[in-house]
T-cell receptor, first 109, second 114 residues
Framework: KNEVEQSPQNLTAQEGEFITINCSYS?????LHWLQQHPGGGIVSLFM???GKKKHGRLIATINIQEKHSSLHITASHPRDSAVYIC???????????FGTGTRLQVFP | KAGVTQTPRYLIKTRGQQVTLSCSPI?????VSWYQQTPGQGLQFLFE???????NKGNFPGRFSGRQFSNSRSEMNVSTLELGDSALYLC?????????????FGPGTRLTVL
């Protein structure tokens, strides 16, 4: 079993829909990252969380440390949101980043 | 401020050769991490450097090595290349090695081993 699990693996949405991507982890962590990767490979860091909730524009990230679970929400989705979204946790034991397998999101007009 | 730069962007090598990839972090950043991304294994941590010292290493064979210079620029080297080393190699820089520092990723070097 992977230490970081994401769901769903693939997601298709119509423009304007509310989207949720989930991340569950099984290790103790010091921080959780949400990353966005567009075709071509470039990765952008969206959020870094250690507790609570963060919002940036139409993106919201939440984390529940007790349940070892985080969600990334996209409100009013747009075709330019089409990308792979990756959850990564920094293990508080090894201090290494462990990555989920990613969620491929496609938003159609 | 310039972002993280990686050179070269694309590289084709044959089995048995060696390769050196370079990463220049954002000015002022002292921590550089390297990652390998393949379709089968996804993103995996290779190593992390801070102030010229390797402070963490992933589960990769000794053929993978790296170093960091006094100006924080970093290089990684892969010797005796294998077909399975074909991947996108990404580096990321952060201000320090603290867990709560945001990482800024470079565009990656796509290595193809024939």
């Amino acid at each position: 079993k992977n230490e970081v699990e994401q769901s769903p693996q693939n997601l298709t949405a119509q423009e304007g829909e509310f989207i949720t991507i989930n991340c569950s982890y099984s290790v103790g962590i010091s921080a959780l990252h949400w990353l966005q990767q567009h075709p071509g490979g470039g990765i952008v860091s969206l959020f870094m969380l250690s507790s609570g909730k963060k919002k940036h524009g139409r993106l919201i990230a939440t984390i529940n440390i007790q349940e070892k679970h985080s969600s990334l929400h996209i409100t009013a989705s747009h075709p330019r949101d089409s990308a792979v979204y990756i959850c990564a946790v920094r293990s508080d034991n090894t201090d290494k980043l462990i990555f989920g397998t990613g969620t491929r999101l496609q938003v159609f007009p | 401020k310039a972002g993280v730069t990686q050179t070269p962007r694309y590289l084709i090598k044959t089995r048995g050769q060696q390769v050196t990839l370079s990463c220049s972090p954002i000015s002022g950043h002292r921590s550089v991490s390297w990652y390998q991304q393949t379709p089968g294994q996804g993103l995996q941590f290779l190593f992390e450097y801070f102030s010229e010292t390797q402070r963490n290493k992933g589960n990769f064979p000794g053929r993978f090595s790296g170093r960091q210079f006094s100006n924080s620029r970093s290089e990684m080297n892969v010797s005796t290349l294998e077909l399975g080393d074909s991947a996108l190699y990404l580096c990321a820089s952060s201000l320090t090695a603290r867990a709560y520092n945001e990482q800024f990723f470079g565009p990656g070097t796509r290595l193809t081993v024939l």
